[in-house]
């Protein structure tokens, strides 16, 4: 495959997934941030890499060559060829440098590039919230600039690869035990929305194992050292966005899904629409749609929990308590539960917005095992709410149950102490060879008064479409 056998004037073509993540990462940061481009058919630019472990300063990016090549290799495996590297510059500066041009002549002789290599330069909004500009260039091979006809698809329905074809058809009976009380047909056309992936990696797992083929994933944090013991990270993936290696673990369960990857903190600089966008909301079905809010930052947790009310879509989210003592799933589902996501935790929000501590403090100290005991409360509890209004599944309508309860608490030690474990305790009391290690009680809930929320009316579904703005917390 020779993807430089267009004649000059040739058009390069960015898919549309390609150009979201390029926002989500370049976008979103200063200039002089950068990554690589690849291609696996000779014609589109379809993979990318964000160098986020670049060294870089406001006025120069160096590329982190060690990581890059793990990343050429591998896509070498795959047939992927690199043909470009793409980085931002300060405003005003819209074409390569002579730096630039150094760099690309060491990449065209280092890797014997065979005619036009992609070097486009990208402007970045003052406002870093993912508005770009990209300046296309490309060199040659005596290192001479060229401007580059281009043009980016129009974001459509990603189509499987012939690589995730052929590993889909390697594994045709994965889905064969579960099929009668998770129908593929079902599990297929459901979507998740996980905000914070890191320690969600086995939830997100798990999912696909269950059929769920489409996923948005946004986190903007990379993988660390320290995440090794906790979130079930790997050495390999050091450096790496979060989202991508979530991403390509899923890809190897499931290889048909539709993954999303958005290496953005859901903060201020995404707008309510933007997140309806990137979501893709708009041709879904809002109960095939769950909204996972399992970050522990308190303000994207509550950005998570007002969209879902605004979007009309059933919600999850998850926090591991101090030490790892215990942790906790709340959920909402509109017309099922009535307490909103604010009335479970009104405690907290006060506490958090008059600058006092949430009460939950860090998750510093929790072993694997407390990390994967909630993926696994979580699991069952997301398929209730996938899966509540489909018949043909074991879990429909297994919500009714326990609408009114919509608080799970867990205790993964015996020194974690709260009210809803007392009648336990007594109990143990006077049996003493029963346990009540990792327990979990279902607390029930009442909408609270005046929640600035959803006003304590008990309806959720009469909220959808009320909310203005998400990034605004009332008090």
Known sequence: MNFNKKTEESKYIMTAEVYEQIRNSIGVRKPENGGILGSSDGVHIDHYYFDSTA??????????????????????????????????????????????????????????????????????????????????????????????AFEIEKPKKAQPTIQQRALDAKAPNRHKRIEGILPQSVMSKKKIVCVGCGGSRSFLEALARCGVRSFVLIDGDTVEDTNIATQGAYISELGKPKTEVIKSRILDIEPLADIVCIQRFLDDSITDEEFYRLAGLDCCDSKDVLMCGCTDNFFAQDRCAQLSIKYGLPYLAAQIFAGGTGHEVIFSYPQVTA??????????????????????????????????????????????????????????????????????????????????????????????????AYTTVAIGQTPEDNCPLCGGKGDLKKLKGNIKDTRIIGK
């Open 55 to 148: 060294d870089r300063s406001a006025v120069t990016y160096t590329m982190d060559h060690k990581a890059l090549n793990e990343v050429i290799h591998s896509w070498n495996d795959n047939d992927v060829d690199l043909v470009g590297i793409i980085h931002s510059h300060p405003a005003g500066c819209t074409q390569p440098s002579y730096g630039d041009m150094l760099m690309a002549k060491r990449i065209i002789e280092t890797m014997d590039v065979k005619g036009r290599f992609f070097t486009p330069i990208v402007q970045v909004s003052p406002k870093l919230n993912g508005d770009i500009k990209i300046y296309p260039y490309t060199f040659e091979q005596v290192v001479q600039m060229h401007e580059q």
């Open 339 to 436: 307490s909103c996501p604010r009335c479970m935790l009104q405690s907290r929000y006060q506490k958090e917005l008059s600058k006092q501590s949430s009460g939950t403090g860090s998750s510093a100290g929790a072993a694997i095992a407390i990390t994967e005991h909630l993926n696994a409360v979580k699991l069952y509890t997301a398929l209730e709410l996938l899966c509540y209004d489909d018949k043909q599944t074991a879990y429909y309508h297994k919500l009714d149950r326990h609408a009114d309860r919509n608080y799970l608490m867990t205790r993964c030690s015996t020194d974690f102490k709260a009210p809803a474990f007392e009648p336990l305790d007594k109990l143990a009391e006077t049996e003493s060879d029963l346990s009540f």
